[in-house]
């Protein structure tokens, strides 16, 4: 039986939850595990919330369950804990670990002590409360009344000022060479006073450390995100660039900042879905620009609702005293999305007020384009368009710019990388690589969004070309594998075998339409076989379609690293040799038996055959009209399979049509020793090569075969000498090689 239920601590801890939630109504949640959440409408419900809680607990400790309780820290407009649904915000959460806990990070603050200084030495005001959760702090930093999401452009400022905060924090702990969770989320799920922490044994129970500490308004915190700090450091916030001179001169052209930075500029074009702390961020820059006020004050009252002439200078002048807010603050504290496809993060600017000192026409330039120091080319980040070498930028810009490479790469506002990466599923535009190089991330962001739906015509296709069920749910995986984990390198390629016309082409369609054209090379041109192979690096997806058969052991050894590493050195006609990031998944189409040449014990391939003749036209015309249009679902189809039990590193099976291969593959004298075996003419457990050579004389249509053509073979064959040269009784020395293994046909 559940415990009694002590009225004055249910008075406490329905006390601290009024302290946070106020009157308002909402539904609070409770949850005990994925199969046990329960919401209950406050206030009506407070009680029996209460009551649930407490059973719960009393159950897991008399039962000697581990099952954590947990309550939301936020209200919903309905019985639902997505963040989505949140109404009541009472402040900021904190969950601060200690080295002290079970924890897996180590770098922690190993004392109470130790982690509320790290707090009070932080940008951050005063903790409202501060709990012992068991294994750590929880800090609660409350507003001085409950905030009401209401609208969109509500719960926006809400998560800014969340994200703001905690990042402040997060940054500060960091620099101090500790590690703090990011619990920023409107969803979040805490413990309060008087629950108890499972995780422990003996279980722990949460308590209060102090309660007297300051409220704090909205518009206080929100000034500590947008203005760059405490609330008394707002004046002494140093300047950006240029700094202001003694005369404190305006300076800078504000138009040129709305016009090449998409955060400014989307106040203008959408000023009703501005939040507060975005405007109060823009007010930061436009208040140093020369024409700054005047357009702040045009921008501001394009949204009638909320403009107030007398609130917008207000703000300007006391933007005034502080920094123009960078663009790091701009995207991690206000969360602006599209920060993250910004070419000026490859630039030396730091803030968007650097671009109102810039030349009108060069930024043009400087907002469509990146150089790339390792190949000497431009890049077009704003279209699609090929990339320029340093001749035919001058060229093409020789009209608009006077010497367009020189003034670009002697301008900071220029976007300059080293080299150029690949980074599959990632939207930022610049990334950064060991020490700190910046690289272009060549990856761009395509495909249909996966979609519930039919994608029976397609499966049916596969089915066609793979009847194998094994094989078939490989090769599905393969796929699977691409879409789930687009940045993992697969270790092995794909070789499908089949007559022409059954419609292993049509595949590149369905690969274009889930990955994008841009991330998706077709090699139907035989590149792969060619010295300028560049063009299939930094790719998501390869497709040759027809291997190269004039040189099948070149083309063979120069795949091999294309398919199992990470990187290779490629090259293009007049741009030199750099790293390429090589193709997460490689594709082989052939109408060939023997496309290649496959060695006993070759892992890197796994290879399929269309056993199945061709069918009717009008089947194939369905696929490319219907059957295209199933691509969403059938995305959504690789999304949900399980992959749980499949790697990329896993070594793919053998089938029938790699044996046929392998064996097609070898030279001469590889098949004859194979052949020796196979009929009990090498059946000792140690041989010479000597005995070699006379248990396949009898096959050769040529000479007796060299002792060097039988050690290649043998190596071919993946079969090593045991030892160094052994002495024998006839007094001669000689390489033995052990009795040949069973996989060998």
């Avoid at 954590?68 to 402040?91: H, I, M, Q, T």
């Avoid at 202001?244 to 500029?265: I, M, P, Q, W, Y």
């Avoid at 730091?350 to 890049?379: C, I, K, M, W």
Wanted: with cysteine; aromatic share 10%; net charge negative.
């Amino acid at each position: 039986m559940p415990d009694m239920i002590d009225p004055e601590k249910m008075d406490s801890f329905l006390g601290t939850l009024r302290e946070n939630w106020g009157d308002n109504s909402g539904w609070a949640c409770v949850f005990a595990g994925p199969q046990n959440v329960q919401f209950y409408e406050w206030p009506k419900d407070a009680d029996r919330m209460y009551a649930t809680i407490n059973e719960l607990d009393s159950s897991n400790i008399n039962s000697d369950r581990s099952e954590n309780v947990y309550v939301s820290w936020c209200l919903f407009d309905r019985p639902s804990r997505k963040a989505e649904f949140a109404s009541v915000l009472p402040g900021l959460f904190l969950d601060i670990d200690l080295s002290t806990g079970c924890h897996s990070k180590k770098n922690l603050p190993e004392s109470q002590d130790k982690a509320l200084s790290l707090v009070e030495s932080s940008n951050l005001p005063g903790l409202t409360r501060v709990l012992h959760s068991g294994g750590g702090l929880y800090g609660h930093l409350l507003f001085d009344e409950p905030f009401l999401i209401k609208t969109d452009l509500d719960r926006k400022r809400a998560n800014i000022v969340l994200a703001g905060l905690t990042r402040t924090l997060f940054d500060h702990f960091e620099n101090h060479g500790f590690h703090l969770d990011n619990v920023a989320d409107l969803a979040r799920i805490t413990r309060f006073s008087g629950m108890t922490n499972f995780k422990y044994d003996p279980p722990a129970m949460v308590f209060d450390i102090s309660l007297e500490g300051p409220r704090h308004s909205l518009s206080e915190l929100e000034n500590i995100v947008i203005l760059g700090g405490s609330s008394e450091d707002l004046c002494t916030a140093p300047s950006i660039e240029p700094r202001l001179g003694e005369s404190d001169t305006l300076r800078g052209d504000f138009k040129l900042v709305e016009e090449n930075c998409a955060f400014a500029r989307q106040m203008g074009q959408s000023p009703a879905s501005f939040s507060e702390p975005e405007w109060k961020a823009v007010a930061t820059i436009a208040a140093h620009c020369e024409n700054g006020h005047e357009r702040f004050h045009t921008l501001s009252a394009a949204d009638q609702d909320r403009y107030s002439r007398q609130e917008t200078s207000a703000k300007l002048d006391q933007s005034r005293s502080v920094a123009p807010r960078t663009c790091k603050n701009i995207e991690q504290s206000l969360g602006f999305s599209d920060c993250q496809r910004c070419p000026f993060k490859a630039s030396r600017i730091t803030s968007p007020y650097g671009l109102a000192f810039g030349d009108p026409e060069l930024l043009v330039l400087q907002r469509d384009y990146v150089f790339s120091s390792n190949t000497d080319t431009y890049h077009c980040v704003s279209r699609k368009e090929p990339e320029l070498s340093e001749k035919s930028f001058n060229n093409q810009f020789a009209d608009w710019i006077k010497v367009p490479h020189k003034r670009f790469v002697q301008d900071k506002r220029s976007p300059k990388v080293k080299l150029q990466g690949y980074r599959p599923g990632d939207r930022s535009l610049i990334t950064e690589q060991g020490d700190g190089v910046a690289a272009l991330n060549m990856w761009m962001e395509g495909g249909v969004a996966a979609s519930q739906g039919a994608s029976d015509l397609l499966l049916d296709h596969i089915e066609y070309l793979a009847s194998d069920e094994e094989q078939r749910s490989w090769f599905l995986n393969y796929l699977a594998h691409l879409v789930q984990f687009p940045a993992q390198k697969i270790k092995h390629a794909i070789i499908l075998i089949g007559d022409q016309g059954v419609g292993k082409s049509l595949l590149n369609s369905v690969l274009a339409g889930m990955f994008g054209n841009e991330n998706v090379m077709v090699d139907d041109s035989h590149i792969h076989a060619s010295k300028f192979r560049r063009k299939l690096g930094n790719r998501q997806v390869l497709v040759v379609e027809e291997m190269a058969t004039a040189d099948k052991f070149g083309v063979s050894n120069d795949l091999k690293p294309w398919i199992t590493s990470d990187y290779v050195e490629a090259e293009d006609k007049h741009i030199r040799s750099h790293s390429v990031c090589t193709p997460r998944g490689i594709l082989i189409w052939t109408n060939h038996a023997v496309p290649i040449v496959l060695e006993p014990g070759e892992r890197r391939y796994f290879v399929l055959r269309v056993d199945s003749a061709k069918r009717e036209q009008e089947y194939y015309d369905r696929l490319h009209d219907e059957g295209m249009t199933q691509i969403p679902a059938f995305k959504q189809f690789l999304l949900n399979r399980d992959l749980s039990n499949w790697s990329s590193n896993m070594r793919p099976p053998m089938t029938e049509a790699k044996m046929e291969a392998q064996e097609a593959s070898r030279t001469p004298i590889a098949a004859n020793i194979q052949r020796a075996m196979e009929n009990g003419h090498l059946s000792r457990e140690l041989y010479t090569l000597d005995d070699i050579a006379q248990a396949i004389h009898q096959y050769c249509d040529y000479s007796f075969p060299q002792q060097g053509a039988i050690r290649k073979a043998m190596h071919e064959l993946h079969f090593r000498k045991i030892a160094s040269k052994v002495k024998l009784r006839t007094g001669n020395t000689a390489d033995l090689f052990p009795k040949f293994p069973p996989f060998i046909r």
